[in-house]
């Protein structure tokens, strides 16, 4: 919601350059399922977090896609 009333408010700052609370959410998901494969973070994606920023979030890697060997393979 802060990223939404930021981006209404602030025209001249790209919407591409705000992001919320769940990102870091978002991140930290991402490297531990990297670190737990031995890829670097980068190549996991398709990490979804649902839910807010709380205890009540539910981070989904229903549909990661993680980069090993060269290809891409499901988490």
Not at 12 to 19: A, H, L, Q, V
Not at 43 to 49: A, H, P, S, T, Y
Request: net charge positive.
């Amino acid at each position: 919601t802060n990223a939404l009333i930021c981006s209404k408010y602030a025209p001249s700052i790209p919407k591409e350059n705000f992001t919320a609370m769940t990102r870091l959410d978002q991140n930290r998901a991402q490297a531990q399922i990297a670190a737990k494969l031995g890829v670097p973070v980068q190549d996991v994606r398709n990490v979804i977090i649902w839910g807010n920023h709380s205890s009540t979030q539910f981070p989904d890697a229903s549909n990661a896609i993680a980069k090993i060997g060269g290809a891409d393979k499901p988490v």
